[in-house]
């Protein structure tokens, strides 16, 4: 595994996630905003289905991509553990394929009104290659090249200003998707179409934006903690404080986000069942990954014999 402290490996792999997060969240924000422009009616129909795929998916990347954070604190309790690592970079390796196939999309959608359909293809399939030569292909042939290294399974505590460093980390990883995703919900209620939606999908929008400010609010309170509670001190108290509050905002967020997903699916298909199967599924998606999964983890490790 290499030389490198497990720490640093740790911190390496959230601020990996966090480079990662921005970049979708930014993506779903605009995929979202899409929907509401004018052009977005002259599309054919498959183009809007299409979209609305991409869509999907890129929740999904988002919700594997902040993953880790929850994992951390469910599994290990904030202890440095080999594992979080391993499940960290995991997560990252998985969530770059659909990454780069909704990319591919997006810049053969955008290509299309300019180039015609055949060219778009081609511009798109170009990306699609692209980035799986700098995401998976460089990696791959220089991982051929490097030493091979056992793992190492750091059972020591961690320590606690390595702890306060990590769940700040974590938070930073969230926090930027989520004023992404806050900056689309007030920016939509300004456009033109907003004003043509059923009156519950209003409702449903201006709940999932306060959902989404709630959660912001609690992701930035540990902050202020620190600062006005500890002094600047690095406490126990403050790291129970910081995950409490890391997980509870991951809380309100998946509602906030299949909230605006209903108002989308609703939006293109003019089906209220469908919006709210299909909202549904993307919630449940997010609490099985973010709690369920960890949970069981956590049960899963507390049964094996200590060693």
């Not at 053969?108 to 180039?115: E, F, H, M």
């Not at 791959?140 to 606690?160: C, F, H, P, Q, Y």
């Not at 699916?265 to 998606?285: E, N, Y």
Request: proline letters at 4%; glycine letters at 8%.
């Amino acid at each position: 595994m290499g030389t490198t402290a497990l720490k640093y490996r740790i911190k390496t792999a959230l601020d990996e996630s966090r480079m990662l997060i921005l970049g979708s969240q930014v993506l779903i924000g605009f995929q979202y905003r899409t929907v509401f422009e004018q052009g977005f009616e002259k599309l054919p129909v498959s183009s809007q289905m299409l979209r609305l795929g991409s869509l999907v998916i890129m929740l999904l990347v988002s919700a594997l991509l902040m993953s880790p954070g929850p994992y951390h604190r469910i599994v290990h309790e904030g202890e440095d553990r080999e594992d979080v690592h391993i499940y960290a970079t995991r997560v990252m390796d998985i969530a770059l394929m659909p990454f780069a196939i909704i990319l591919s999309l997006e810049v053969y959608l955008a290509a299309g009104y300019v180039t015609g359909k055949r060219l778009a293809i081609v511009i798109g399939s170009i990306t699609f290659g692209v980035a799986l030569l700098f995401w998976y292909g460089v990696a791959l042939l220089r991982k051929g090249r490097a030493s091979k290294k056992g793992r190492r399974e750091v059972n020591d505590r961690t320590e606690i200003e390595d702890k306060i460093e990590r769940v700040l980390t974590e938070a930073r990883v969230v926090l930027p998707g989520v004023q992404a995703l806050l900056g689309f919900q007030f920016a939509t209620v300004l456009v033109q179409s907003f004003e043509a939606l059923p009156l519950s999908s209003k409702y449903v929008h201006l709940v999932s934006l306060c959902l989404m400010a709630l959660s912001m609010i609690l992701l930035m309170s540990p902050a202020a903690f620190h600062r006005i509670v500890e002094k600047g001190e690095n406490t126990e108290r403050m790291v129970r404080f910081a995950g409490g509050m890391l997980l509870a905002a991951m809380v309100p967020l998946p509602l906030g986000i299949s909230g605006d997903f209903f108002v989308v699916v609703r939006k293109v298909t003019s089906a209220p069942r469908l919006a709210i199967i299909a909202s549904t599924a993307v919630l449940v998606c997010f609490y099985a990954l973010w709690f369920g999964y960890t949970s069981y983890r956590r049960r899963e490790l507390n049964r094996r014999p200590a060693r």
